[in-house]
Structures are given as structure tokens and as C-alpha cells.
């Protein structure tokens, strides 16, 4: 009897082991599973972040009482110093982390947008799209080294950066808030 009691007792210690064995085993398919959902959802709303990069990006401003180009063109030329409101298309956008973007001008010039103190970025992929920015917009001139660094975040060939000698006179806009629209 006594040897009866310890197989008895060895059988019943090694159902417990499998049956455990088997509840982690099924525990573990599941974490599995639901992880793998849970990333598919964030790569689900990563990709509808990046095919639609439109929002409110920094201080909050409404889309009412801007300026055009145009306007902005004629103000920057009676004066140094432009604040306000502006409307134009982004052309390009820094594509390292979209600390810059820039907006070509009715003069034929591009205007070189930053953000207040780096404060906020805007999507890397918002190029093409409409935009309202509002801050302070001057003529400067623009070293030779900041308009390689320029050059280097926009993704330019060496070949490029290189040609780059000689200061540029330019239009700069320092935004503290922007609203990147749907596109037209």
C-alpha cells in the first residue's frame, strides 16, 4: 500500500507539472498574440499619421485673418519686420526630424519657416501641403554655414552642399504656431 500511496503520489505530482505546462504554454501563445495586435494598431495609426500629416502643431492658432504671400512679399519690403498670420503651400520640409520647412514666395524667392525655440516640429512627409503659420517674418542675410547645414538636413548630394560659397539674402519666418491643412 505504502508503494501504491507514492506512485499514487508521483502520478498526481506530474499532472500538476504537464497541466501547468500546458496553461503557460497557452498564456504565452496569447501575450503573443495580443502584443502582435497591439503593434499592428500602432503601425495601423503610425501609417495614417504619415499619410495624412495635418494638425495643429505648437501654440494654438485659428485659421482666420491671415495675410497672403503676396501681402507678406509687399510688407517685408516697406518694412524689415512682418507679424501676423500667412498662408502659402509647404515646398520642402526638414528630413531629419521637420525642424524647418520652407514656402516658395510670389518673388520667385523661398521663405525658410522655423519653430520658436524648437519647441515643435511638423511631419517630415507635409510637403505639397497648404499651410497657415503665424509668428514674425524678416529679411536676413544667411551664412554660408547655416545655409550648408540647410542643405545637409534637406537631404542635398555632397556635390550640392559643396557649391554652396557665398551668403544668401532671404526671407525667414519664425512660427509659433502652424495648421497644416488637407491638400486643395
Not at 525642424?99 to 505639397?128: A, E
Not at 545637409?152 to 555632397?158: F, L, R, V, W
Request: aromatic fraction near 8%.
Amino acid at each position: 500500500m505504502v508503494l501504491e500511496k507514492s506512485s499514487i503520489l508521483i502520478s498526481f505530482e506530474k499532472k500538476p507539472t504537464m497541466r501547468n505546462l500546458f496553461i503557460f504554454s497557452l498564456c504565452s501563445v496569447l501575450v503573443l498574440a495580443a502584443c502582435s495586435g497591439n503593434q499592428s494598431d500602432k503601425s495601423s495609426e503610425s501609417a495614417d499619421k504619415a499619410a495624412l500629416p495635418t494638425g495643429k502643431f505648437g501654440e494654438e492658432i485659428n485659421d482666420s485673418d491671415f495675410v497672403s504671400l503676396h501681402q507678406l512679399v509687399s510688407a517685408l519690403e516697406e518694412s524689415e519686420e512682418f507679424t501676423g498670420k500667412v498662408k502659402g503651400e509647404i515646398k520642402e520640409v526638414c528630413s531629419m526630424k521637420g525642424c524647418w520647412m520652407t514656402i516658395d514666395l510670389p518673388n520667385g524667392q523661398t521663405m525658410r519657416v522655423t519653430f520658436k525655440d524648437y519647441g515643435f516640429f511638423v511631419p517630415k512627409n507635409s510637403q505639397g501641403y497648404p499651410v497657415i503659420i503665424e509668428g514674425v517674418a524678416t529679411k536676413k542675410v544667411t551664412d554660408v554655414a547655416t545655409l550648408k547645414h540647410y542643405a545637409e538636413d534637406a537631404g542635398k548630394s555632397q556635390e550640392e552642399i559643396d557649391a554652396i560659397t557665398s551668403p544668401k539674402q532671404e526671407y525667414a519666418f519664425e512660427a509659433i504656431g502652424v495648421i497644416i491643412q488637407e491638400n486643395a
